[in-house]
């Protein structure tokens, strides 16, 4: 049942949530079902974060491999939600949301509280099958040396490949 405001009577859409600090999974309710039971790998070639303001320089990272821009995932949680989106009928839709920890050295100079669980491919299995314990000993930073900046700048916004559109 979703949750409707105590003024109008009409339901109450939530505020998209989609960062999932690894030290609230287990003790917020708002996380705990969620990485108890659905657990989810959250595919990726790239991320960014943002660094300053005014203007802010935006820096893509991404994982060393074989080729230039090698997929990774990333650890995340899903659940369903019911919510009338766009002023239609209420309906079902899936919502996921990406799990971070404390930054590895790469990051930290770019943000310096977060980033994003990478997780390593040998470990799929244990984050979607695992039990929550075995689970939670994989939220930690994905080591420096296997990450790389694919780009960064003010006008990095979007991800273009590391391709800059004409002007």
């Not at 491999?65 to 650890?75: K, Q």
């Not at 990478?118 to 994905?142: R, V």
Request: with cysteine; aromatic share 8%; glycine share 8%.
């Amino acid at each position: 049942m979703p949750q409707v405001s105590k003024r109008t009577g009409k339901p109450i859409q939530p505020k998209a949530v989609n960062n999932a600090r690894n030290d609230k999974l287990r003790t917020s309710g708002f996380w705990r079902n969620s990485f108890e039971e659905r657990r989810c790998l959250i595919p990726a070639t790239s991320f960014c974060e943002a660094k300053g303001r005014n203007p802010a320089t935006y820096v893509w990272f991404g994982v060393t491999g074989d080729d230039a821009r090698p997929p990774f995932a990333l650890a995340g949680v899903w659940r369903a939600y019911t919510g009338n989106y766009g002023g239609g009928e209420l309906r079902e839709v899936m919502t996921s949301s990406m799990v971070t920890s404390t930054p590895n050295e790469l990051l930290r100079e770019t943000h310096p509280d977060r980033m994003p669980v990478i997780l390593d491919p040998a470990d799929y299995a244990q984050w979607l099958m695992g039990t929550p314990d075995e689970a939670f000993t994989l939220l930690k930073p994905f080591p420096s040396e296997r990450m790389v900046i694919h780009q960064s700048g003010e006008d990095m916004k979007s991800d273009r490949g590391g391709l800059r559109t004409a002007e």
